[in-house]
């Protein structure tokens, strides 16, 4: 079976320090992956995706991920954090049994302090 | 334009109402989404459409009823719900069908309370 795991229900950053925000999954095959970040009381916003090629993927908002087959994982990093990027973040992968069903993660929410 | 636009943004029904939830985009997209998403859980998958045909029900209760009158709409109506049908319901559209690899885009949802 397909998965994801965000194994941090939260992190917490000081404003203008680097920020990450794990991710590994669990699929047959080779794995489409997502992040997606979300508001309070808003939808969910685009971030990224790794189909295929460069490891690294920049994204929107300043932030990229590291594909890293080996071990897994899709983690999402940011150089510098800021008040505003405070927010519930969702990595999800595309399920290839069953017509591109996204599987997403717990969530990790994201807190930037002053 | 690049939104996928939802309405009502609030609602509020009793068990024996009947409302519908509309979603519309106009980007074009031929995959369309319907997800049910509890406060700081990650949404759960409902319906899917593809080319305006359902092609995933993902055990929905018929109380959920969905509908795509055309490529840039999609409806879900409610009748008879439980007060645990309370939720934030998203719709998202991807580029092609259901099956690529395009990413999904989500409407800004309906917070539906169920009394």
């Known amino acids: 079976a397909q998965s994801v795991a965000q194994p941090e229900d939260q992190v917490n950053v000081a404003e203008g320090n680097p920020l990450t925000v794990k991710c590994t999954y669990s699929v047959s095959g080779n794995p489409y992956l997502f992040w997606y970040v979300q508001y309070p009381n808003r939808g969910l916003q685009f971030l990224l995706k790794?189909?295929?090629?460069?490891?690294l993927v920049k994204g929107s908002y300043g932030f990229e991920a590291e594909f890293n087959k080996s071990q897994t994982s899709f983690h999402l990093k940011k150089p510098s954090a800021l008040v505003s990027d405070s927010a519930l973040y969702f990595c999800a992968v595309r399920d290839w049994s069953n017509t591109g069903k996204l599987i997403f993660g717990q969530g990790t929410t994201l807190q930037v302090k002053p | 334009d690049t939104e996928v636009t939802q309405t009502p943004k609030h609602l509020v029904m009793g068990m024996t109402n009947k409302k519908s939830l509309k979603c519309e985009q106009h980007?074009?997209?031929?995959?369309m989404y319907w997800y049910k998403q509890k406060a700081k859980k990650p949404p759960e998958l409902m319906f899917v459409y593809s080319y305006e045909k359902l092609s995933i029900n993902e055990s929905v209760p018929s109380r959920f009823s969905p509908e795509c009158p055309n490529s840039s709409l999609l409806n879900l109506h409610l009748h008879a719900l439980q007060p645990e049908d309370s939720a934030l319901y998203l719709c998202a559209s991807s580029q092609d069908r259901a099956g690529g690899y395009n990413e999904q885009f989500f409407g800004p949802g309906t917070r539906l309370t169920v009394l």
């Open positions: 980007m074009g997209h031929r995959a």
């Open positions: 790794y189909i295929t090629g460069d490891n």
